[in-house]
């Protein structure tokens, strides 16, 4: 399984982006994908993750009711839309994906590039 992440950039607070996160390989539609996102200085933090169907999300508190996570696997793509960004949201967002629905970078097997997300206050 191979990903690639792309769609960051800088954006003012209160702004918004979307990343996509294109997943090739034969057994994409077996995968749960997920967002995580690295900061300067600090450890690699969940952001947001999908099963496989897109019947379950999950999405952590600090960007609850801002970020969506969703996927159209007719185009092997998974989407983070970003509104509301904050400064504290800047970092390197990574999209990886796992067996199973989870938050713990180490249960996902396979990652991709990262995509720098800068919010200017």
């Known amino acids: 399984v191979q990903l690639q992440a792309s769609g960051g950039g800088l954006v003012q607070a209160g702004g918004s982006l979307r990343l996509s996160c294109v997943v090739s390989?034969?057994?994409?539609?077996?995968?749960?994908t997920g967002w995580f996102r690295q900061a300067p200085g600090k450890e690699r933090e969940f952001v947001a993750a999908?099963?496989?169907?897109?019947?379950?999300?999950y999405h952590a508190g600090s960007v609850k009711g801002r970020f969506t996570i969703s996927r159209d696997n007719a185009k092997n793509t998974v989407y983070l839309q970003m509104n509301s960004l904050k400064p504290e949201d800047t970092a390197v967002y990574y999209c990886?994906?796992?067996?199973?629905?989870?938050?713990?970078?180490?249960?996902?097997?396979?990652w991709g590039n990262g995509t720098q997300v800068t919010v200017s206050s």
């Open positions: 390989g034969r057994t994409f539609g077996t995968y749960a």
């Open positions: 990886a994906a796992a067996a199973v629905l989870d938050s713990i970078w180490a249960q996902y097997d396979y």
């Open positions: 999908i099963t496989w169907s897109g019947g379950s999300t």
